[in-house]
């Protein structure tokens, strides 16, 4: 059958605007923190421990950000769906799941 190469590019674009609206989220919760530190230390440790872990989110939205530019382009390039170890097709249903999927299945084992 096929990989539907505009369908391919919508379900793209709607993963880089939701990358892209949790990064602002995210970058906008950090620097404009929802509620001020307390005085006490708890609170202050809980707080810290929140933005270590959404910095952790924002770096991983930003990775799969890139993911999904990077596929954009492969489909721009005529290379999409081809697998950049041997070249070859890779599996549709392995798309569906992973749109911005670089390797067949038996290369990311």
């Not at 505009?6 to 949790?22: G, M, P, S, V």
């Not at 041997?86 to 084992?109: F, G, S, V």
């Amino acid at each position: 059958m096929g990989i539907n190469l505009n369908t391919a590019k919508q379900n793209l674009l709607k993963l880089k605007d939701e990358y892209e609206i949790r990064i602002d989220k995210i970058e906008d919760h950090i620097q404009n923190p929802q509620d001020d530190l307390n005085e006490h230390w708890d609170d202050q440790a809980i707080s810290y421990r929140q933005n270590g872990m959404r910095k952790n989110l924002m770096d991983e939205a930003r990775q799969n950000l890139s993911y999904v530019e990077n596929a954009l382009n492969r489909i721009e390039n005529n290379t999409y769906g081809e697998c950049e170890l041997c070249d070859k097709q890779i599996e549709e249903k392995r798309l569906e799941a992973l749109p911005y999927a670089t390797l067949c299945m038996e290369h990311a084992k």
